[in-house]
């Protein structure tokens, strides 16, 4: 299981290419900390999402709610971004490896003894598990931000939308 | 004089062309703020004055809202009379040109002009151009079907329309109306007054009567010098009268001066103790603006902060996961399934080695334990019966057969699965994060719950804040005091007005004693005079002629001033109904507009029922009394026929007023005038649709077409409108139009 985890953790997620745009308005990709303050720095420190990963990681989490997958082929994505350790915080990630275990199709059993090479395929399976949800979670954001254009602007409605997406599965 | 149409063609931010067709009755055009109002007054007074107004003091002592000529600004800024998008379109090298032209019919014999006023602008880099150093007027008068060159434009725009009528006809919003009239100076109705009537005959007629007078004054005392016991006397008191006369004519023109100063010094040092309280109260209000700034800062940061805390707080507390705390329960069915699973492998496993340890326990009896035997085969002797055994001996074989079965059976020992602990691990985090999970509904509403709390506060400071900035602004216009003058020199100036004052107060008290001590040895002498006409031989007709010419200079006096008063009485009756009409539907308590005789002149003020001067009026009422009082101008001489000769053409007389004091001006306006063009910002909403855009508000405009039409005039609205997609922040891009408006 550790090995599995570590195996896991070494991975380089994607996302589906066509999304890059619509992850870029939401994510802040320019460095604000120097800024003096003009109207596209503002809006850029007004984003939702301070990194490419906390995106993903939303997205992620918007699509294992939903319980939808969406299509991904790893030769249409988009820009490689951060290794799955570096993320942050550590409790959240724990939560998307134990959420990525419980959906998979894969008893315990089976990953109990695993050798080098086994655990680095179940790393990946569970990885590309990963970018499915994501890729569902992004159809569904960009399916809401088509009837409200300004919606994610408004980083306040990054949480509504989790909420709806709650109410929906239920 | 009737104005017919404007074509602005890339004047300031009129880009391309656009028209105006103006009609007679109001024509009314509707502008939110930064939207072209005043451009459009200027393209007026462009053609007429060859200037627009500028609205910041200039060097020389030039103050603010002066119409400021075309070759009289500065080179380097002469180009921005041209539109900026038209600017910023042309290829380097070309020209722009900015122009205006008006249709004007004169109101005599049909005639009717054409006037075009022009200035080029050639861009000598991407944002460098050059404007020619003044405009061009050129002049056309309409003959049957086409338009004649006329050689002297800017005489026949002068005699169009005078300058005496059209400073009263054609003014621009709340300071072009204080400019106009001075409710503090006597000598603004004076103004006024003369320019209304011929009343200035009097004071010729009184010239004459004094004259006369003078004469056959003079023709007496002649005679009383042929009379010799009489000669000497008449002589001495015709040269001490003459005297008398000569010295009190400078102690009274001394004294007059004196008056003059004094009264200035005490007007100034009123102005400047109202600007004492004035500059108190707005370096008061600066501070709480200040303040209030600091405060909105705050919230707005904190909103902001909020705001972009709801993102962050996705994952600093968790709440990504909430909603999802049912995986916790699934990966818990998965874990016991694997639980289930581990447990019942270790109790197989467990019965394995159980089996394999009693088939190890059941070995044959007599057989000796395995180290035994193996020492019998390396010694290659049987130990149990003491015999040798020799390798391949069939007693060797028997032994070694022993070895084989007292080997105990190999069972694979499975270790106990190492992903237990693991997945306990997990779980346990799992339960953790679904408790703050569930936390995060409360947390959420309690973040909502504080930003809309910060939102209200944020609107009631953006309210407050609106509120000081309105009252700094109108105590600033209506006290002169700028909002960082400093107390300290209002404090100065007052101390200095105040020995001004002494010092002219001094001197009208001691002209005034001199005045009076001469007077009345002048009325020594006349009596001594009149004791020598008793019993002398002088003609009587003299006598009676110097009494009648005396009569009748105080005639001519009295009626002067009866005239004057009468004049004052309808000049003050015209004002009262202009004041009353723009007032009457707005519910509030306006009172009644007197001039009231002061020390040698009228001044007007407003009076409520019982004859009291209202106080503290706000600048509604005294834009309204002072609008008023300009109609009355206008209007009072119906001789003169200026209302009805001349358009009014106003912007922003109304930016005072609420939305039922204005239709009360419209109205008064298109009744009073053949032609009024009344530019104004009122009637107009914001569109709930799109920011910065506006919208018309049609029933209250249906309620002007009605009060128009029952003055038996026309309405025609235009709006000013800018394109979508365009901002008046981006003037380079920037196209105002004009749309007429069907009402």
């Known amino acids: ?170 | 004089m009737r104005l017919l149409n404007i074509t602005l063609c890339n004047f300031l931010c009129y880009y391309d062309n656009n028209k105006l067709e103006f009609s007679d009755g109001l024509n009314l055009v509707l502008g939110a703020n930064g939207y072209g109002k005043s451009k459009l007054y200027d393209a007026i007074q462009w053609i007429f004055k060859d200037g627009i107004t500028d609205d910041k003091p200039r060097a020389g002592g030039i103050p603010a809202n002066t119409v400021r000529k075309t070759s009289d600004m500065r080179p380097e800024i002469r180009h921005t009379l041209a539109n900026e998008r038209a600017l910023a379109e042309a290829e380097i090298g070309s020209k722009v040109l900015c122009e205006v032209c008006i249709e004007i019919e004169s109101g005599h014999q049909d005639e009717s002009y054409r006037f075009v006023r022009r200035l080029s602008v050639t861009k000598t880099g991407a944002n460098d151009f050059k404007a020619d150093s003044e405009s061009l007027l050129e002049g056309y008068r309409k003959a049957v079907n086409h338009f004649k060159p006329v050689s002297n434009p800017v005489e026949l725009l002068a005699q169009l329309i005078p300058g005496d009528i059209q400073r009263y006809v054609w003014f621009q919003g709340e300071r072009g109306i204080n400019s106009l009239i001075d409710t503090s100076s006597r000598d603004s109705l004076k103004q006024v007054v003369n320019q209304l009537s011929d009343v200035e005959k009097w004071d010729r007629f009184i010239e004459v009567a004094q004259a006369a007078y003078t004469t056959a004054d003079n023709e007496l005392k002649q005679a009383l010098k042929t009379d010799t016991t009489r000669k000497q006397k008449t002589e001495t008191l015709q040269h001490q009268q003459l005297d008398v006369q000569t010295k009190l004519t400078v102690v009274e023109t001394k004294m007059d001066e004196a008056k003059q100063n004094r009264d200035g010094a005490s007007e100034k040092l009123d102005g400047i103790i109202s600007q004492l309280t004035s500059a108190t109260k707005i370096q008061a209000l600066e501070k709480e603006r200040q303040h209030r700034e600091r405060e909105l800062g705050q919230v707005r940061a904190r909103i902001d902060d909020l705001k972009l805390g709801f993102a962050k707080r996705l994952f600093t507390d968790n709440w990504l996961i909430m909603g999802a705390e049912d995986l916790v329960d699934e990966f818990e069915e998965k874990y016991d399934a694997y639980s289930s699973f581990a447990l019942a492998r270790e109790a197989k496993h467990q019965a394995t080695l159980a089996q394999s340890e009693q088939e190890q326990t059941r070995l044959p009896k007599g057989i000796p334990d395995g180290v035994h035997v193996k020492d019998m085969l390396q010694k290659q002797h049987c130990l149990v019966c003491n015999r040798p055994a020799l390798k391949g001996t069939s007693e060797y074989i028997a032994i070694e057969s022993l070895l084989v079965q007292n080997e105990p059976k190999k069972t694979k020992l499975l270790p106990l699965p190492s992903i237990e602990l693991d997945l306990r691990e997990m779980y346990r985090h799992g339960i953790k994060m679904r408790e703050k999970a569930t936390r995060a509904n409360d947390e959420i509403a309690a973040a909502y719950v504080e930003q809309k709390q910060l939102e209200a506060q944020k609107l009631l400071l953006q309210e407050e804040l609106e509120r000081i900035i309105g009252e700094t602004e109108t105590e600033t216009v209506n006290s002169g005091v700028v909002a960082n003058g400093t107390a300290g020199s209002v404090v100065l100036s007052i101390e200095s007005a105040k020995r001004e004052l002494e010092r002219y107060s001094g001197l009208v008290e001691r002209y005034s004693q001199e005045s009076a001590a001469l007077t009345e040895t002048l009325k020594t002498v006349k009596e001594e005079f009149g004791k020598l006409t008793q019993g002398s031989d002088v003609d009587p007709k003299l006598l009676e002629k110097r009494k009648m010419l005396s009569d009748l200079r105080e005639l001519t006096e009295l009626t002067k001033k009866a005239q004057y008063k009468k004049l004052i009485s309808h000049l003050e009756d015209t004002a009262n109904q202009h004041y009353s009409s723009i007032n009457k539907r707005t519910g509030a308590v306006y009172g009644q507009i007197r001039f009231v005789y002061e020390a040698g002149g009228y001044i007007p003020e407003i009076q409520d029922d019982a004859g009291t001067p209202m106080q503290n009026l706000n600048t509604s009422q005294v834009s309204s009394f002072k609008l008023a009082i300009i109609m009355a101008i206008v209007t009072a001489n119906r001789n003169r026929g200026v209302a009805k000769n001349y358009p009014l053409i106003t912007d922003a007389p109304t930016s005072d007023f609420d939305a039922v004091k204005t239709r009360g001006f419209l109205a008064e306006a298109a009744k009073a005038f053949g032609q009024s063009i009344v530019i104004i910002k009122d009637f107009l909403d914001e569109d709930p649709n799109e920011e910065g855009r506006y919208v018309v508000d049609s029933e209250k405009l249906a309620l002007v077409k009605a009060d128009v039409e029952a003055q038996g005039k026309k309405l025609k609205v235009y709006q000013l409108v800018i394109p979508p997609g365009q901002s008046n922040q981006n003037r380079k891009n920037l196209s105002v139009q004009i749309t007429r408006l069907a009402v």
């Open chain 1, 1 to 170: 299981m550790k090995l599995l985890k570590e195996k896991f953790l070494e991975k380089y997620p994607l996302y589906p290419n066509t999304y890059e745009d619509f992850m870029r308005r939401l994510t802040r990709v320019k460095d604000v900390s120097r800024s003096a303050g003009s109207d596209e720095e503002q809006f850029e420190r007004g984003k939702a999402f301070g990194t490419v990963y906390e995106c993903f990681m939303y997205a992620t989490m918007v699509g294992i709610k939903a319980r939808h997958q969406g299509h991904f082929e790893r030769n249409a994505a988009g820009p490689k971004f951060l290794q799955i350790k570096d993320w942050k915080p550590q409790p959240l990630v724990d939560f998307i490896f134990m959420s990525l275990l419980t959906l998979a199709k894969l008893p315990f059993d089976e990953i109990e003894e695993l050798s080098l090479e086994q655990a680095d395929e179940k790393g990946l399976d569970l990885v590309k598990n990963m970018e499915k949800y994501a890729a569902g979670g992004f159809e569904l954001m960009l399916a809401k931000s088509k009837e409200l254009p300004q919606f994610f602007e408004n980083p306040g409605n990054v949480v509504t939308f989790l909420k709806e997406v709650v109410l929906i599965m239920k």
